[in-house]
């Protein structure tokens, strides 16, 4: 499977937030990952279209976006306006599953599902058949920074064994480390907020995160 790296803004200096997707762009970042929190589905406020489509503007990486939101399908329409590339959401939330991952593949998005650590992936299996992703939470929702949760990893070899094609992406506690750990049970798209932007050469962690996916 081929290792793709999505860096999230989450963790990036805001008030320098092209400068931030230029240092992506010249680490030959894959996707960007845009987490958007609606205060409600997690306790966290974080940003929206507007800020989306701003930043599209000046970047030409793929946008990655993340929604964990309440309600996404009545704003699948907004993200997508915005420039999204993919739109993933949690299954936890409150629209229908189906008819939310068939308005994002309407409008030529690729659509995403999450599951949150609580939630069994086999949950995710009713949807495969149009989802281009499945995310599998390696934290809780909601907060950069918390720690990897090393015992998601058996619902990532399961999907993987199921889907050997599907792009699978771990979020939370991504580094150098962890993210062996998260390779080797065959995820393959990885997001990485704090340790990107909090290291000296953002550039050389998403480099270093690549090879080490696959160690
Ligand atoms: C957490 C977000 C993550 C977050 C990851 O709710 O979905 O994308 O930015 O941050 P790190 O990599 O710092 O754990
Ligand atoms: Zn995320």
Redesign the pocket.
């Known amino acids: 499977m081929e290792i793709k790296i999505s860096p999230?803004?989450?963790?990036c200096d805001f008030a320098n937030i092209q400068k931030e997707l230029e240092k992506c762009e010249k680490g030959k970042a894959d996707l960007i990952?845009l987490?958007v929190?609606d205060g409600h589905f997690?306790p966290?406020i974080s940003f929206g279209a507007p800020v989306i489509a701003a930043m599209k503007k000046v970047c030409t990486v793929p946008f990655d976006v993340?929604l964990?939101m309440t309600n996404p399908l009545d704003y699948i329409q907004d993200f997508a306006d915005a420039g999204a590339d993919m739109i993933t959401f949690h299954i936890e939330c409150d629209s229908d599953t189906q008819q939310t991952i068939d308005k994002i593949v309407s409008l030529g998005v690729k659509a995403g599902l999450a599951v949150k650590p609580k939630t069994d992936i086999e949950a995710v299996y009713p949807y495969l058949d149009k989802l281009s992703m499945v995310l599998v939470?390696t934290?809780?929702?909601?907060?950069?920074?918390?720690s990897?949760m090393a015992d998601m990893m058996p619902k990532v070899e399961k999907l993987r064994k199921k889907c050997p094609d599907l792009d699978i992406q771990v979020?939370?506690?991504?580094?150098p480390q962890t993210v062996q750990t998260a390779g080797k049970a065959g995820a393959n798209v990885i997001?990485?907020?704090?340790?990107?932007f909090?290291s000296d050469d953002p550039a050389a962690t998403i480099k270093t995160l690549k090879e080490n996916a696959v160690k």
Do not use: R, T, W, Y
Not at 8 to 11: E, K, Q
Not at 171 to 175: E, L
């Open positions: 999230s803004m989450l963790a990952h987490d929190m997690v966290n993340h964990m939470m934290v809780e929702p909601g907060f950069g920074g918390q990897f979020d939370g506690g991504i580094n997001v990485a907020g704090s340790a990107v909090k």
